[in-house]
């Protein structure tokens, strides 16, 4: 009540005052209107970049998805050559090497004999990827750090 009766002793003893009522009373209805409006157009501008990034995310992720597929079905291809599973290496290294020519993802191309000896003489016999092949499982790994060349690699493996 006591803000009742200093708002009528300040504004409506005369018609400046009524005015100056009006004014104000405007200029709250303003300002609360426009914190309505921001507010409303905050929360569609973040749904709307939530959307944007999970629609990136599935757009990524699919990439990510067939890139590793398309490249675990060349090593398949490869690992299914009759020279290879004759084990003619100089075929295997001349096909090997226009793989790795034609696929720009592909970095390097080993074959490793039946006790786990890579041709550069290396045992891997301990790996996953072996292990896996010896079962006649193909892998692909998780991005991981070579031991030698200390580089993040994706090793993909198809049993011969």
Do not use: C
Not at 38 to 60: C, D, G, H, P
């Amino acid at each position: 009540m006591i803000l009742l009766e200093r708002v009528q002793k300040a504004f409506l003893r005369t018609i400046s005052g009524y005015f100056r009522l009006l004014i104000v009373s405007m200029g709250l209805i303003g300002s609360l209107l426009f914190s309505v409006f921001t507010y409303y157009e905050i929360s569609n501008a973040r749904e709307f970049a939530l959307k944007s990034f999970e629609q990136t995310v599935l757009l990524e992720t699919n990439y990510i998805t067939h890139w590793f597929e398309d490249n675990a079905s060349r090593v398949r291809t490869l690992s299914q050559l009759p020279s290879v599973r004759r084990g003619d290496m100089n075929s295997f290294f001349q096909r090997a090497g226009l793989f790795a020519k034609n696929n720009p993802h592909i970095t390097g191309i080993t074959f490793i004999n039946a006790t786990g000896r890579a041709v550069s003489g290396e045992d891997v016999s301990d790996r996953e990827y072996f292990q896996r092949a010896k079962h006649g499982e193909e892998y692909i790994s998780e991005a991981l750090q070579g031991r030698s060349s200390k580089e993040w690699i994706v090793v993909f493996s198809a049993p011969v």
